[in-house]
């Protein structure tokens, strides 16, 4: 349930989902993802959601901002504001 959670809160925040590309650091069999199209995208900002999102940028030699991984501050902090908001409006604002 986080996915639609997350897009709520892009949603709220204003945050174009348009303006945004997402990159699993791993497959749905569990393998690695190749790191070479992310760098071809050539990112303004790249930004990790958990620990192993930024174990994954920092093994490829990607600079990242670690944010806590959706589903963490969904259950666990709820009540606060996603810290990773902020960061993607200050990232999307023409």
């Given at each position: ?23 699993n650091a ?67 604002r023409c």
């Open positions: 349930g986080c996915a639609p959670w997350l897009a709520g809160q892009l949603a709220a925040a204003r945050v174009p989902e348009a303006a945004l590309w997402w990159v791993v497959d749905a069999a569990g393998r690695a993802t190749d790191p070479d199209p992310l760098r071809a995208l050539r990112p303004r900002a790249t930004l990790a959601l958990g620990w192993a999102a930024a174990a994954w940028c920092t093994r490829n030699g990607l600079a990242a901002e670690r944010f806590t991984n959706p589903q963490h501050h969904k259950r666990f902090h709820h009540r606060e504001p996603y810290p990773l908001l902020e960061r993607l409006r200050e990232l999307t």
